[in-house]
């Protein structure tokens, strides 16, 4: 019997082992790869770096916004740090990594719609996912301590690899390891859709929430420093139900750029209901840009007291 037990605790050991081996194998890989997600870009700048110009959202920021045509107009650096199927969670914590890595941000733009109504404060499965390598990050691991699933990520191992096997499992470590390139511009940070949509139509809700906990925090988060938070309402379509939403939107955030409905009746700019292609992206920037640059200097001549 004795022998049996000491059987099956060698086992045990053996496995514990294996699994914490393999847990470092894949944090190698993960952390001496390529840049692959937008997450890995933000980690692969350096403090001092400077962008103008940050955009942050979900994928009506990630194939709306194309920093090239703003590096353009305004001769300044732009990034779309946009993630498709993201939260407003998800974007706090790119913003939070940014700025704690010292990397200088003047102007961060943040695609605020339907997102406004977010009950959950978690983070989405999938940009969790793209964390798990970076955990010992003291900002991202702060992040994870508090997820529902947060205790087993950080502390049994090769549980969150397991668990987020399609995000970073084997078949991205063989991509890493083979420095497979994502067809993805990241230094840009925009991907177009291409195509016209057919039968366009949506909804947004039909209320709106009294207040926004990650929006609140984001706020705090760059107060006192040189980064300015703005928001955006990006263009849906106008077949799109419950369109007043958006002016209960700007009834909460009163500087709002609210762009809901500048392309009505321009169907063919549209992907779907709710994303641009690749010609309504590109008109949509330039209008973006061009109208901050106005509302910049407005802002600049009433601090003058009107003498310009």
Known sequence: MKGFILYILKILGVFVIG?????????????KGIVRNKLQKVLS????????????GSSRTENTIDCEIIEKITGKSCINLGVAGSSLKDSYVLLKLLLEKGIVADHVFLQVD????????????AFKATLIPFRSHPAIREELEIEDDGSYILNFPFYAYLKYEKIVGFREILNQTIHNDPGKDYENGFYPL????????????????????????????????????????????????????AMKLQDKLSEIYNYIDIFDR???????????NLSGAQEFTKILITDFLHREAMDENDRNGGNE
Do not use: W
């Open 19 to 31: 699994v914490v081996l393999l847990e470092q194998v894949y944090d190698y890989v993960f952390k």
């Open 194 to 245: 291409t195509g016209t949509g057919k039968q366009l139509y949506g909804s947004l809700p039909a209320k709106i929430a009294d207040t926004n906990r990650v929006l609140s925090n984001m706020e705090k988060m760059v107060s006192g420093n040189r980064t300015k938070l703005h928001y955006f309402f990006a263009p849906y379509c106008q077949q799109v139900e419950n369109r007043d939403y």
């Open 45 to 56: 700048l350096e403090e001092g770096d400077h962008y103008e110009f940050v955009f942050l």
């Open 266 to 276: 321009k169907e063919n700019l549209f992907a779907d209901c709710g994303h641009l």
């Open 114 to 125: 339907y997102s406004y109504n977010e009950k959950s404060a978690d983070l989405t499965p």
